[in-house]
């Protein structure tokens, strides 16, 4: 399997060889499972053998680098299968829509939410088709439904595609929801949003660790007031931020607003920061940002301003 250093390109490359090696060992075992439990064997097994070549091609095609590519030929591959049982068994049989849902995930998850419009489409209109032509003597089936246990290994195996697919899903969220708190927090950067209405401050767990929660596992909420009161640092601050969210209000209704500023805050730990806040409205009720930690920035900055004065003064008065 390729790797990447990209972290979304790696996780793609692992979702499509998690989703190609998953649907061969599902389609493997419905082959030997199916002689053994149904009434009835099929004549031929489309789908081992079609996803056997489609593990092949599509492996082949990833190795060169061509990701996107290798997505679409193990989609492309897939569909055939199951229009291919469709054609054998008639679109009406019942083990074929769980596996088209099936395969209207993988290619929203694969591809895009166009390409699983594309073969949702394309499903329902091959599915009309056979129907239609099969009613009027056109096509006969070759195959049909054997009894309730050939239909039930179809539809098991689909539930287990389905419970995979979901668990690659969340865990590839998971992880880059990870990775992205983990950058946040090497940044000193946090995010939060206010209800104008309410006044309640939702603080995620980034912005929380500014603060000095190192276990926050989750986004909290409290009211503005108690925010100001227990970690910005004075009087003064909690003027300029409440003149500053007071002069924000009245721009609120201009999707072009936004404003920053810099306040001094106090950790958990009593320690005081300095935090530079950038601010927005996502409506006319709440509004939105960012805050960094940008102490030791400041700090320098403050103690250079004497000397930058002192040389402003130097030019200014020399001839």
Not at 260 to 287: H, L, N, T, W
Request: glycine share 4%; proline share 4%; hydrophobic share 45%.
């Amino acid at each position: 399997m390729p790797v990447f250093s990209d972290t979304e390109k790696d996780f793609s490359v692992r979702l499509m060889y998690g989703i190609m090696l998953t649907c061969l060992a599902v389609a493997l075992s419905y082959r030997i499972l199916h002689p053994i439990f149904a009434e009835k064997p099929k004549a031929f097994y489309v789908a081992p053998f079609l996803f056997s070549i489609a593990v092949i091609v599509t492996h082949m095609i990833a190795k060169t680098g061509r990701i996107l590519l290798a997505s679409h030929v193990l989609v492309a591959i897939e569909w055939v299968a199951a229009f291919t049982i469709m054609l054998r068994e008639g679109a009406s049989q019942t083990v074929v829509f769980p596996i088209c849902l099936i395969l209207i995930l993988i290619s929203a998850l694969l591809l895009g939410i166009r390409a699983a419009y594309f073969y949702t489409f394309l499903t329902v209109a091959i599915g009309t088709t056979v129907t239609y032509l099969i009613q009027i003597g056109t096509l006969k089936p070759v195959e049909t439904a054997s009894g309730p246990w050939s239909v039930l290994l179809g539809e098991i195996s689909a539930f287990i595609l389905i419970a995979v697919l979901m668990k690659y899903t969340l865990s590839g969220f998971i992880t880059v929801k990870s990775e992205l708190s983990e950058i946040q927090r090497y940044a000193k950067l946090g995010g939060w949003s206010l209800n104008t209405k309410t006044l309640e401050l939702t603080l995620t767990k980034e912005y929380q660790y500014l603060l000095g929660y190192e276990d926050a596992k989750e986004s909290k909420t409290i009211p503005l007031s108690v925010y100001l009161n227990t970690y910005v640092a004075n009087e003064e601050e909690k003027t300029k931020i409440l003149s500053v969210l007071s002069e924000s209000l009245e721009q609120r209704d201009n999707p072009d607003f936004t404003t920053e500023f810099v306040f001094q805050i106090r950790r958990r730990d009593g320690e005081p920061r300095f935090f530079a806040v950038k601010a927005r409205f996502r409506d006319s009720i709440v509004g939105f940002g960012t805050a960094q930690d940008i102490t030791e920035k400041h700090l320098a900055e403050e103690a250079l301003r004497p000397t930058q004065e002192i040389y402003s003064k130097v030019f200014t008065l020399s001839p």
